[in-house]
């Protein structure tokens, strides 16, 4: 199931600051055009607070956001009354997708994929961006590698001290694929005083022929994988491998 981002979503944008959100939105818009995508509507699924979304827009894709938190779509909806973006969001679990009509691509990005941490999630959500790509679109999606959660995360404590808050995130490795993240935040709400926060998510590294079967099982193959936001190809040591796919059948899936 998809994480809800609670509390942490008030802290998500200033903790994740280091993301450079124009470099990975143009990244993706050239990963679309490399492969012969369209400059159409763009699906961004898992947009949390929006910051690529908007990327996107600005790029000239009309953009549909799509998240399960409540508290992160509530942050962008707090930007999209700041800077007058057209973004429409949408408050949905991405194994449940339902949209209008067709998209002319689909992006996921900053692993949201690997929130989905029951394999047949996964599956139901490559299925569910299948059902709604327009023929011939892409899927251009990025993963955390099985060697990043066991070398990278692992059973490991990282410390984020800013101004106005500090955290304190901790991993616990489960089953060699499985982070359970633990977070306590602590926010400076007047002179001398702190209000503390409690958050928990967790992610799953699927292994290459998991991926393969849940794309193959939705109707998807694989164009192209790449190592990170690069156009290299991913090795042993990859922590984030970035997928360009689209539809086995060149006609598109029916929808039901």
């Given amino acids: 199931m998809n994480s809800g981002y609670g509390e942490f979503s008030a802290f998500y944008d200033l903790l994740t600051s280091e993301i450079d959100y124009e470099a990975r939105g143009r990244y993706f818009d050239e990963l679309n055009r490399k492969h ?12 949390g607070t929006g910051k690529l979304s908007r990327v996107f827009e600005r790029l000239g894709y009309d953009v549909i956001g799509v998240d399960v938190s409540e508290e992160m779509l509530a942050v962008a909806y707090e930007q999209k009354e700041k800077t007058g ?17 067709t998209v002319d691509v689909a992006v996921s990005a900053l692993d949201s994929l690997n929130h989905l941490t029951r394999y047949e999630d996964f599956v139901s959500a490559l299925d569910r961006v299948s059902l709604f790509l327009h023929p011939g679109g892409l899927f251009l999606f990025d993963l955390n590698t099985v060697y990043k959660h066991q070398q990278v995360l692992e059973n490991k404590t990282f410390i984020y001290d800013f101004d106005e808050v500090y955290c304190a995130w901790q991993n ?11 977070l ?21 590294a699927y292994s290459e022929k998991e991926i393969e079967k849940a794309l193959g099982d939705a109707g998807l193959r694989i164009l192209a994988r790449y190592a990170g936001d690069t156009f290299d190809a991913p090795k042993g040591d990859t922590q984030r491998v ?3 796919t689209t539809h086995l059948n060149p006609e598109g899936r029916q929808k039901n």
């Fill in 242 to 244: 970035v997928y360009v």
């Fill in 36 to 47: 012969g995508g369209r400059n159409g509507i763009l699906l961004d699924l898992g947009c």
């Fill in 184 to 204: 306590d935040l602590f926010w400076q709400a007047e002179e001398g005083s702190y209000e503390r926060f409690y958050d928990s998510f967790a992610e799953r």
């Fill in 172 to 182: 616990t490795l489960l089953d060699g694929a499985l982070v359970e993240m633990e």
């Fill in 85 to 101: 973006d057209q973004v429409t969001y949408l408050c949905q679990d991405m194994a449940k997708l339902d949209l209008y009509g």
